[in-house]
């Protein structure tokens, strides 16, 4: 059985920093696609980072794009989100996903929710100004 476990979320003024892990169990991270998405109260879950587990090829999404980095550590089996400079408008609850839709390691593993099979329950993160 899949499980992972999110931690990291907290509270923190705009600037400032958190990484965000998220612990799986009964998953490899190899060669496959794992993500973060986030979801505001009464809006669609959004994808904020992917990470291509063969290869490393990461996307990200325009509105985190050089302030997020995703990361994995293998021997741990943990996969990372470290979130910088951020900004009130990153208030959202955080879902680790893995096992998404996969071909390969030059391939891109940005796409939506439905492409994930395995989700986390989420950590909270808010940012205030």
């Known amino acids: 059985q899949v499980q992972l476990v999110e931690s990291g979320g907290g509270s923190v003024q705009a600037g400032g920093s958190l990484r965000l892990s998220c612990a799986a169990s009964?998953?490899?991270?190899?060669?496959?696609?794992v993500a973060w998405f986030r979801q505001e109260p009464g809006k669609e879950r959004e994808g904020v980072a992917f990470l291509n587990t063969g290869g490393t090829k990461t996307d990200y999404a325009d509105s985190v794009k050089g302030r997020f980095t995703i990361s994995q550590d293998n021997a741990e089996n943990t996969l990372y989100l470290q979130m910088n400079a951020l900004k009130p408008e990153d208030t959202a609850m955080y879902y680790c996903a893995a096992g998404g839709l996969y071909g390969g390691w030059y391939w891109s593993c940005r796409g939506p929710e439905a492409d994930f099979n395995y989700w986390g329950q989420g950590t909270q993160v808010t940012v205030s100004s």
């Open positions: 009964g998953y490899t991270f190899r060669d496959g696609c």
